[in-house]
């Protein structure tokens, strides 16, 4: 029985071990296949479905911020711009774009000037001071135009001249200053916005003579092409010498003044179409200043200017076919300072509470390729019941190795005509020559005379360095007398003068810049000096190796300004006697700036003339001896 037994487990065993193993049947696999509950039932704890909802609504709120982000920071078509001359300098030195300005530690117009050979600049004071320029002792040899329109000196106390006060480099974005042989023409193109994200600006700063300035700025674009522009200044300095760090007040002081600044601007513009409406005003109340015994004192000031302009335009004149139509206004106010010039057969009284305006109408068409360009421009002006036309063609042919220009302008406010010729030449790469002629020729009622001015330079690079000089030759010329800074009014005449020129602009080592401009007449004449040096060294670096995405840079510069005795014009002698010509003292000034940006946050730090030597650009008038100031300057994309 028990052999029965065995046998029957064996046989079922022994059967098993003849099948083949795949050929067995494997275990069948069970999948849970979840049914849809009904409607209206809840499977899920309620915790976490108000997970999965706040996630939800995270990210569709984090998609929504992209796309307004996206939609909101659009560029949009680009308001008008003036025709902007054409370059035939050895370097692009004389050309400013708006952080160029605003980094260039220039208080004013007269800051940048300097850079000119043969540009003389006088100041009596610090900020709120008078501030004028001349070229070849001529003031009216430097015209400015604010987006294609002129710079009227309407003011009759100014007899003709610009006070450089009134000129707000903090609205600009770009300066170009064109360096003809016989004047310089300042091309000024104020403040504009793109993006439709809000931008605003805020710059604060202090420093001695009790120095407060504080500055607004706001622009915004909308989606529909239409802009908004704000801006406002306030800046007051004290009469004493106050020092910005001790507070300690020294009994030699300066007077100065007030200066407000305004702007304003609203405009739209769509594909190559675009409109608006420009508005700045300027007012100013400045403290007498008190000449040394036997000089001319500057009187008090108390008044206010207004330009304004209506623009439409067509094109780009950066290229192809272009047009524009403006009309401007300007209105000066002198208010209660009592008589500035005194009564003389050319020369009338100035009158308390003085109120001066002019119109000027303004129609410009070109065309401009990257090998010629030509543009035509006519001035209307209304003067004493006459309207005054001055109409000017520009025109330019060639490349970046060789091109030649062309403008000239009919008769104009001053009643003069005016033809200069340009050309620049570089045959190779380390090698530039320029030309430049220009001829003027007044209308025989004002008096002048014509003159012709020739001007050529040559450049040699020098590493990353250009270095060149040259000549120039001026004619016979007769000009007024700046009676704005206290000579009385006449006449002037200059006799033929021929200066030599030097310069040096350049990378001198790695971000180590050099700039030196030096200009020595034959002799010195009324208002000009017979020798003028400035030298500049700067350091401006974005230091990319430790900051790569461009979050910090520095700005370091020192300039030193040399230039012989200015002679001035004082009055004839009686009977055979030498006029009476009075020389200022030679200036030797040497000014320091430090800037640190951080972001979008800009540091800075100013000491004009370090040496605290005194010196004076207006005979009689002692400059501060030296002047700190120091701030911040803030922009925001909002």
Do not use: C
Not at 433 to 455: C, E, M, W, Y
Request: hydrophobic letters at 40%; zero cysteines.
């Amino acid at each position: 029985m028990v052999v029965s037994l065995l046998a029957a487990i064996a046989v079922p065993v022994l059967a098993s071990a003849q099948v083949r193993p795949d050929s067995v049947r494997k275990d069948t696999v069970l999948v849970s296949v979840p049914v849809p509950p009904s409607s209206g039932v809840d499977t899920l704890p309620k915790r976490q479905i108000a997970s999965d909802s706040a996630v939800t609504a995270r990210e569709i709120a984090r998609t929504d911020s992209i796309r307004r982000a996206i939609a909101g920071d659009t560029i949009k078509a680009p308001l008008a711009r003036f025709e902007r001359p054409d370059d035939f300098e050895t370097s692009p030195r004389l050309r400013f774009s708006r952080e160029e300005i605003l980094s260039s530690g220039a208080v004013n117009l007269a800051d940048l000037l300097d850079r000119i050979p043969g540009v003389t600049t006088y100041r009596s004071g610090w900020i709120a001071g008078v501030h004028a320029a001349s070229f070849a002792g001529d003031t009216r040899r430097i015209r400015l135009f604010v987006d294609g329109i002129e710079m009227d000196a309407i003011e009759p106390r100014n007899g003709g001249t610009i006070d450089l006060t009134d000129v707000q480099l903090w609205t600009l974005d770009e300066l170009v200053v064109e360096r003809a042989a016989g004047e310089v023409r300042v091309w000024m193109r104020t403040w504009t916005v793109e993006r439709t994200t809000p931008y605003t600006r805020a710059d604060i700063s202090t420093g001695d003579l009790n120095t407060n300035a504080f500055r607004g700025l706001f622009a915004r674009r909308w989606r529909n092409g239409a802009l908004l522009q704000l801006g406002g200044q306030q800046v007051a300095t004290q009469s004493g010498r106050v020092n910005a760090f001790t507070g300690a007040e020294s009994a030699a002081g300066r007077g100065d003044g007030t200066v407000q600044g305004f702007m304003a601007r609203i405009g739209w513009s769509r594909r190559r179409v675009s409109v608006d409406l420009f508005a700045n005003a300027t007012s100013r109340e400045r403290d007498p200043h008190t000449a040394r015994e036997d000089f001319t004192d500057l009187p008090a000031y108390k008044g206010a200017r207004r330009d304004a302009y209506l623009r439409l335009g067509y094109g780009d004149t950066l290229r192809g076919f272009w047009t524009q139509a403006m009309v401007g206004v300007v209105r000066t106010r002198l208010e209660g300072i009592g008589e500035a010039v005194a009564a003389t057969d050319s020369t009338p009284a100035v009158v308390t509470d003085t109120i001066r305006g002019r119109t000027q109408q303004l129609v410009a068409a070109g065309y401009r390729t990257t090998r010629w360009s030509v543009s035509l421009t006519d001035r209307a002006r209304p003067i004493n019941g006459s309207m005054l036309h001055a109409p000017a063609i520009r025109g330019r042919l060639g490349g970046s190795r060789y091109a030649i220009g062309a403008f000239a302008e009919e008769d104009g406010a001053d009643s003069t005509r005016r033809v200069d010729l340009s050309a620049r030449a570089q045959p190779f790469s380390w090698l530039i020559l320029t030309g430049a002629q220009s001829t003027r020729t007044p209308d025989s009622a004002t008096g002048r005379v014509s003159g012709n001015t020739v001007r050529a330079e040559a450049a040699l690079r020098v590493g990353r360095l250009w270095v060149g000089g040259g000549v120039i030759r001026d004619n016979t010329n007769r000009f007024e007398s700046p009676v704005i800074l206290g000579t009385p009014a006449a006449v002037l005449s200059s006799v033929a003068a021929q200066g030599v020129l030097v310069s040096a602009a350049g990378r001198l080592y790695k971000d180590v810049r050099l700039d030196v401009q030096a200009i020595r007449w034959d002799a010195s004449q009324y208002n000009r000096p017979q020798m003028h040096v400035r030298t500049e060294i700067a350091l401006i670096s974005d230091w990319r190796r430790k900051f790569p995405r461009g979050e910090f840079s520095i700005n370091a510069r020192i300039w030193h300004e040399l230039r012989d005795g200015v002679p001035f014009f004082y009055g004839a002698a009686a009977g055979s006697a030498p006029a009476d010509v009075r020389i200022t003292e030679r200036a030797n000034v040497v000014t320091g700036l430090l800037e640190l940006r951080i972001q979008r946050a800009t540091l800075f730090y100013q000491y004009r003339n370090l040496t605290g030597g005194a010196y004076e650009q207006i005979r009689g008038i002692t400059m501060p001896p030296a002047v700190q100031t120091y701030g911040v300057r803030w922009e925001f994309w909002n």
